[in-house]
RNA sequence: GUGACCGUAGUUCAGCGGUAGAGCGUCGCGUUGUGGUCGCGAAUGUCGCGGGUUCGAAUCCCGUCGGUCACCCCA
């Protein structure tokens, strides 16, 4: 039992399932990267009140999942729930939006929500999130929808749906908002049900209970009652996502869980991950930029969870991260060899080979157990014969054959064989 | 936050009232300087933590911490 513990609910990864972890979170990023996206990085914490004014103080996200707490200036602070908000901050604060548009920038790191934890439902969790601001052309929702589709693609995985629905701007939603309540007005709801219906009715929709399912068979929905801008939205975002060919259900009862969102809404969700399924979502937010004091400027983005993703991945018995990271394992006998390799060891990584060494002066048969757990290719082994003769033995492992090098030609014949084996 | 289940070597788990086991992994050996297979051997646990019941607790009870499942929520 060791002293300490890390807090509750909160995920590490160490190897070998830390490599998989940074390469999922790669995955995630590059589409972005290839589609223009610049990198910012942002604080992890804020002031209070910009997640109350941005998120929404009536979602669970602000009411009852932050960790706020007062710094020592008496400010009230937050650790970021997500990352939307503090990207818009920032770009109104550093007047990114005042040169061409849209703005386009990708962002990854932890964020912190206070919940019961569960297999995929963390404390500090691990986003990669994308956000292009200042356009509200349509194919610029379906680039984002297109950039997170390809991101889980590229990792192999294909037990995952995205839902796709509109939830109207604020012309047409407040007059859908007022009949469903109505609507759900005259149904047999218990008090915790009918309270989140005063509150947000539109996440009544979603409950995941059978017996409220079954009174919401004829509920109202926001596509039957778009208004006609909204709905020539809704309709080009679905051409250009057919043009990319990317594959998506029709969601009409989706709910988010941030109340900033406006017209196109998505979720991809993995089937293989229980009840914490969502893997990545994200939507239009067409009036968040003026609320937190910026310019009236629309947007669009999305998060996506790079612990379920990884997750995901493990479900459908993949194995990111898994290559060999090591080109070369360098193994000495004596004294007198290790410090010959001690030397070609550096000499290799200033080349850019990649390769270890045999520590703890182990014998040979210990080291080259080492070696091949190491997944190097390649094996060095140098000894007194060796130093004698001003050599090496260099060793492919996946064939067992090994030739002897002469030492001057030896990082250039180590570079060529590696350059071979990629090609 | 609500309800339930679980917590034993590095790891996966068995043991479920009489003073702790297996597979995998790790390390060593199978003669002098070569891995992966095979054979042989070794090391490692305050049985999550605290209290209680008992002659005796990893085993029963309570609390606590952590994890997991569902709800809720969402990445």
Redesign the pocket.
């Known amino acids: 039992?060791t002293a300490f513990?890390?807090?509750?609910?909160?995920p590490e990864y160490f190897p070998p399932r830390s490599r998989a972890f940074v390469d999922v979170r790669a995955h995630l990023a590059r589409p972005a990267e290839l589609a223009g996206y610049a990198y910012i990085e942002l604080p992890v914490f804020e002031d209070t009140a910009l997640y109350v004014r941005s998120v929404g103080e009536s979602?669970?996200?602000v009411s009852?999942?932050m960790y706020t707490f007062e710094d020592r200036g008496g400010r009230s602070i937050t650790l970021r729930p997500?990352g939307t908000a503090g990207v818009m901050r920032s770009v109104v604060e550093n007047r990114l939006d005042k040169g061409q548009l849209p703005v386009k920038l990708w962002y990854a790191g932890p964020?912190f929500?206070?919940?019961?934890?569960?297999?995929?439902?963390?404390?500090q969790?691990?986003?990669v999130g994308v956000e292009a601001i200042g356009s509200d052309d349509p194919a610029l929702d379906a680039e984002v929808i297109a950039i997170g589709d390809e991101a889980f693609r590229s990792l192999g995985l294909t037990e995952y749906t995205l839902h796709l629905t509109s939830l109207g701007c604020a012309e047409c939603r407040p007059p859908y908002r007022i009949l469903l309540q109505s609507f759900l007005d005259g149904l047999d709801l218990d008090e915790?049900t009918r309270e989140?219906a005063a509150m947000n009715p539109l996440?009544v929709l979603?409950?995941?209970?059978e017996s409220?399912q079954a009174q919401l068979t004829d509920a109202p929905l926001m596509v039957n009652h778009l208004c006609d801008a909204c709905t020539r939205h809704y309709d080009s975002v679905r051409e250009y996502l057919r043009i990319m060919n990317v594959a998506w259900v029709e969601a009409p009862r989706m709910?988010?869980?941030?109340d900033y969102y406006t017209r196109t809404t998505f979720?991809?969700?993995h089937h293989l991950l229980?009840?914490?399924?969502?893997?990545?979502?994200?939507g239009r937010y067409d009036g968040l930029m003026a609320s937190v004091g910026g310019d009236d400027l629309s947007g669009i983005g999305f998060?996506?969870?790079t612990?379920?993703?990884l997750l995901a991945c493990e479900a459908e018995g993949l194995t990111p991260g898994s290559e060999p990271h090591l080109d070369a394992f360098l193994?000495p006998?004596g004294a007198a060899a290790k410090s010959k390799l001690v030397s070609l060891s550096a000499q290799l990584r200033a080349a850019g080979v990649r390769n270890d060494l045999a520590y703890g002066d182990?014998?040979?048969?210990?080291a080259?157990?080492?070696?091949?757990?190491s997944g190097a290719p390649l094996?060095v082994?140098?000894?007194?014969?060796?130093v004698e003769a001003d050599v090496a033995?260099v060793?492919t492992?996946?064939?067992?054959d090994?030739v002897t090098v002469a030492w001057p030609d030896l990082i250039t014949f180590i570079s060529l064989a590696i350059e071979r084996d990629l090609t």
């Not at 513990?5 to 909160?10: D, E, N, S």
């Open positions: 039992m513990t890390a807090p509750k609910g909160v979602t669970d996200v009852k999942e997500e964020f929500r206070a919940e019961r934890p569960q297999h995929g439902r963390y404390r969790l691990q986003q915790a989140r996440r979603d409950d995941k209970r409220v709910v988010r869980g941030l979720e991809f969700t229980g009840a914490q399924s969502g893997i990545g979502g994200g998060g996506l969870g612990d379920r993703t193994v006998i182990r014998g040979l048969k210990g080259m157990k080492a070696a091949d757990r094996v082994v140098v000894g007194d014969a060796e033995q060793k492992m996946s064939t067992g090994q």
